[in-house]
């Protein structure tokens, strides 16, 4: 057991090194980095593709897409005109900073305004991981159930923001939004909460605002 947590502390020790460097990359680019993180199907990339319609070229974005197999996401990305690279773990339940600094020496994604990472969908593994991002986003959808802030607390208490999508379903599924509200609350007094719909658009404009400002202040803070 000791040495099961001795590994993992020096696998993470690594991490935190390249994260660091990859922060400092960024950091000289001018880039926001998001990392997005959730359960398998809770809409991050449906999120990202209203994202970039909304963005409408304003801003430019990048996406890096982390999953087990296949370039689906990637390509959805593609398609609306905006570059996006895919990394496969082939298998591992988190992206680490290594295959992010591999996967940017790859693929033309910088610069860019924004770049946003999808992480492998769980709430589990890429909690612990940094990748040199700004800050992470929990996503959160209503149909998957609102225990989950409570079954998985560590990844809301950590992310920055939580966007809560698939707003639309309200009306069919049993989602207690102010329980969810209050616990996100008590987990992460700081944290951001935005409440969105993909599909319908709405909400989207204010967590685009946020990410507008975010950029801004970023950059303010470089000067
Ligand atoms: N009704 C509704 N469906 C959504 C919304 N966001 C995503 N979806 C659907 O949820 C499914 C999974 O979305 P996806 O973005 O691929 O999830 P990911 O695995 O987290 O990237 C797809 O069928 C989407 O069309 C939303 O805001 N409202
Ligand atoms: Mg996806």
């Given at each position: 057991?000791?040495?099961?947590?001795?590994?993992k502390?020096k696998?993470?020790?690594?991490n935190?090194?390249a994260a660091?460097?990859?922060?400092?990359?960024?950091?000289?680019a001018?880039?926001?980095?998001?990392n997005?993180?959730?359960s398998?199907g809770?809409?991050?990339t449906?999120?990202?593709?209203a994202?970039?319609?909304y963005?409408?070229?304003?801003?430019t974005a990048?996406?890096?897409?982390?999953?087990i197999?296949?370039?689906?996401?990637?390509?959805?990305?593609?398609?609306?005109?905006?570059?996006?690279h895919q990394?496969?773990t082939?298998g591992?339940?988190?992206?680490?900073?290594?295959?992010?600094?591999?996967?940017?020496?790859?693929?033309?994604?910088?610069p860019a305004?924004l770049?946003?990472?999808?992480?492998?969908?769980?709430l589990?593994c890429p909690?612990?991981?940094?990748?040199?991002?700004?800050?992470?986003?929990a996503?959160?959808?209503t149909?998957?159930?609102?225990?989950?802030p409570?079954?998985?607390?560590?990844i809301?208490a950590?992310a920055q923001v939580t966007?809560i999508?698939?707003i639309?379903?309200?009306?069919?599924?049993p989602?207690?939004?102010n329980a969810?509200?209050?616990?996100?609350?008590?987990?992460?007094?700081?944290g951001?909460?935005f409440?969105?719909s993909?599909t319908?658009?709405?909400?989207?404009e204010?967590?685009?605002?946020?990410l507008g400002?975010?950029?801004e202040?970023k950059r303010?803070e470089?000067?």
């Amino acid at each position: 057991m000791e040495h099961v947590i001795k590994v993992k502390r020096k696998a993470l020790a690594a991490n935190d090194e390249a994260a660091a460097r990859l922060r400092q990359q960024f950091q000289s680019a001018g880039s926001l980095v998001v990392n997005l993180i959730s359960s398998p199907g809770s809409g991050k990339t449906t999120l990202l593709e209203a994202t970039i319609k909304y963005l409408d070229g304003r801003l430019t974005a990048a996406v890096l897409e982390g999953d087990i197999a296949t370039e689906r996401d990637a390509d959805r990305i593609r398609a609306l005109g905006v570059p996006a690279h895919q990394i496969l773990t082939g298998g591992a339940c988190h992206l680490d900073a290594r295959q992010v600094i591999g996967a940017l020496e790859k693929s033309q994604l910088l610069p860019a305004d924004l770049l946003f990472i999808e992480n492998v969908g769980n709430l589990i593994c890429p909690t612990t991981y940094d990748l040199g991002e700004d800050f992470k986003v929990a996503v959160l959808s209503t149909t998957e159930g609102d225990d989950k802030p409570f079954k998985y607390p560590a990844i809301f208490a950590r992310a920055q923001v939580t966007v809560i999508t698939k707003i639309d379903l309200l009306a069919y599924v049993p989602f207690d939004m102010n329980a969810v509200r209050e616990h996100l609350a008590g987990l992460n007094p700081s944290g951001r909460v935005f409440e969105v719909s993909s599909t319908t658009g709405v909400g989207i404009e204010a967590w685009v605002d946020y990410l507008g400002a975010r950029l801004e202040h970023k950059r303010t803070e470089r000067t």
